[in-house]
């Protein structure tokens, strides 16, 4: 069970395109979803953290109008690279966290990530 | 803010030594600490979780100990083997966001 998908795992884009990027919990609805950012040989950088149906609270420095996340149905998040630029090539990973009974509140079920590579 | 710091930032061993990799936290008001893995280019593999109250868990050839009053935890491998090759992550949590230490990547030479 807490089985996470995450789609497309890669993305080559053009500079100056769009790129969304899914997150589904599977097996359980998710309350809470989160989004990271991965450099290479660096940590997961939380970006933002999103409730279903209210707006994404984002972490310090991470843009709002340039990272769009929608968490629009108990299953389903989705992150939007708007304008995307060679800059904001990374590895970006979702995670799916639920309030319901059987499931922690405080655990995070992850998301195999998407590489994104912006040409 | 909550900083999670990961030592060695690199280790190899022969196959067959045991592994230690440590793990030290600023914040010790956590609710709980994992231990994931990563695989190049991959995402990540939930190995153990603690939750606060705990003291250990143990599961097969990895066992992870956390000493909150301290602000570390230590995972330890037993009888390291070339499939154990891998980046090794550790996590807090704290009002229900993870903080990540930069992770022990791991070479285990056959």
């Known amino acids: 069970g807490a089985v996470v998908s995450q789609h497309p795992s890669r993305v080559i884009c053009k500079s100056g395109t769009s790129v969304k990027i899914e997150c589904r919990s599977l097996d359980f609805q998710a309350t809470t979803m989160f989004w990271y950012r991965q450099f290479p040989k660096k940590s997961l950088m939380l970006m933002a953290t999103s409730n279903e149906g209210s707006k994404a609270t984002y972490e310090q420095g991470v843009e709002k109008d340039k990272f769009l996340i929608n968490h629009a149905s108990l299953t389903l998040s989705t992150l939007t690279v708007t304008s995307a630029h060679p800059e904001d090539s990374s590895f970006y990973i979702c995670?799916?966290?639920?309030?319901?009974?059987?499931?922690?509140?405080?655990?995070?079920?992850f998301g195999a990530g998407t590489r994104l590579s912006v040409l | 803010k909550q900083e999670v710091t990961q030592i060695p930032a690199a280790l190899s061993v022969p196959e067959g030594e045991n592994l230690v990799l440590n793990c030290s936290f600023t914040?010790?008001?956590?609710?709980?600490l994992q231990w994931f893995r990563q695989d190049p280019g991959k995402g990540l593999t939930s190995l153990l979780l603690i939750q606060s109250s705990q003291r250990e868990q143990t599961s097969g050839r990895l066992n992870a100990s956390l000493d909150k009053s301290s602000g570390r935890s230590t995972l330890y491998i037993a009888a390291s083997q070339p499939g154990d090759s891998a980046t090794y992550l550790c996590a807090v949590s704290n009002d229900y966001k993870l903080s990540f230490g930069a992770g022990t990547t791991v070479t285990v030479r056959a």
């Open positions: 914040d010790s008001a956590i609710y709980n």
């Open positions: 995670s799916a966290s639920s309030a319901a009974h059987g499931l922690a509140k405080n655990i995070q079920y």
